[in-house]
């Protein structure tokens, strides 16, 4: 009989504590360059056509450096708060937190499937990013940047909540189309788009009740207020950080049009906190627009830069260009590169 071998031992890796590699910091006079991607929203599993549309370019952008030897840190992540998720959850029967966690999760493998190296990865839904929008809050609020303002939308009152766009649908008010069940931010078969309040015979997707009309109390950012600084601004950012032709004539179109005041805060339970008494049942919208994951994106950036102060930002832009990329991004001192 063969001698018996002593057991061995079976160490299980996963168990090791795992040394978390050093945090990537800007390196003095090194070429220290971020690349971000726009955020992909969290409530679908992400297609081919995403990962062209958004995280691809930035990929290979950052392969270059990476060869080039410069100091480059690659960051995306899911994007995770808003109506989409809300809705998304009301139709999987689930709560948004349940929804953002599998749908990462799914993001996240697909992502690695197609060796897409981020230096990180990460969520909106970060604790960090609570902290740095409530920071920006707070910024604007002592420089006096915000007001109130009354606005009307629609609540049901057997959900108890102001209904976002989408989850209205009521007879679309267009001459000869008189489509049944039109959303509230776009009729689906004469694809104009509507405000809710526009809707004939508006019901409430879930409980499929009248919704009324009610006011609403929000807080809107006094972009006017900042036009000659940002007009100052624009015009020694674009030379010094050699803006493309087309970043410096989508800002000049935007600011020809004159900067109007902005809804910063919304009627939701999934997202950053007002940090406000009177407005802390609300969310702050770091959506400004509809384009969402632009703005978002910028946060996110914005959010890296102040915490590491990294010089030489490039931003890839993917297929989204928005007068907030410019504001935010251009803020750092850094220069937008469109791919
Ligand atoms: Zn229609
Ligand atoms: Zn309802």
Redesign the pocket.
């Known amino acids: 009989t063969r001698p018996k071998s002593p057991n061995p031992k079976r160490i299980n890796l996963s168990s090791l504590p795992m040394a978390s590699p050093p945090p990537k910091l800007p390196i003095p006079g090194r070429r220290n360059i971020l690349i971000t991607s726009a955020l992909p929203y969290v409530n679908n599993v992400p297609h081919l056509g995403n990962i062209i549309g958004c995280v691809l370019s930035a990929d290979v952008f950052a392969r270059y450096c990476r060869l080039r030897g410069y100091n480059a840190i690659y960051i995306c992540g899911t994007d995770e708060y808003g109506t989409a998720t809300e809705t998304k959850a009301l139709e999987e029967k689930c709560s948004p937190k349940e929804i953002c966690d599998k749908y990462h999760v799914i993001h996240d493998e697909v992502y690695k499937w197609f060796d897409i190296k981020f230096d990180k990865f990460g969520r909106t839904s970060a604790p960090e990013q609570t902290e740095v929008c409530q920071a920006i809050f707070h910024k604007l609020m002592e420089n006096k940047w915000l007001t109130e303002n009354t606005m009307q939308q629609l609540y049901?009152d057997?959900?108890e909540?102001f209904?976002a766009d989408r989850l209205v649908e009521g007879k679309c008010p267009t001459e000869g189309c008189n489509y049944e069940a039109a959303r509230g931010d776009q009729c689906e078969n004469c694809s104009k788009l509507l405000n809710p309040t526009e809707l004939i015979d508006p019901k409430?997707k879930?409980?499929?009740?009248a919704?009324r009309i009610r006011d609403t109390d929000h807080l809107f950012l006094e972009l006017p207020l900042l036009s000659d600084k940002l007009v100052n601004y624009i015009n020694n950012t674009s030379v010094a950080g050699m803006w493309s032709q087309n970043a410096i004539q989508a800002t000049n179109a935007w600011l020809k049009e004159g900067l109007k005041q902005r809804c910063i805060t919304r009627d939701l339970k999934w997202g950053v906190p007002v940090p406000h008494e009177k407005y802390k049942d609300k969310v702050w919208a770091y959506q400004i627009s509809r384009y969402s994951a632009v703005m978002h994106l910028s946060y996110f950036s914005f959010m890296i830069v102040c915490r590491c102060s990294m010089s030489g930002l490039m931003h890839q832009l993917g297929t989204y260009l928005s007068q907030h990329h410019i504001r935010l991004i251009g803020r750092s001192g850094g220069r937008i590169l469109i791919m």
């Open positions: 049901c057997t959900c909540r209904l409430c879930v409980c499929k009740n919704p």
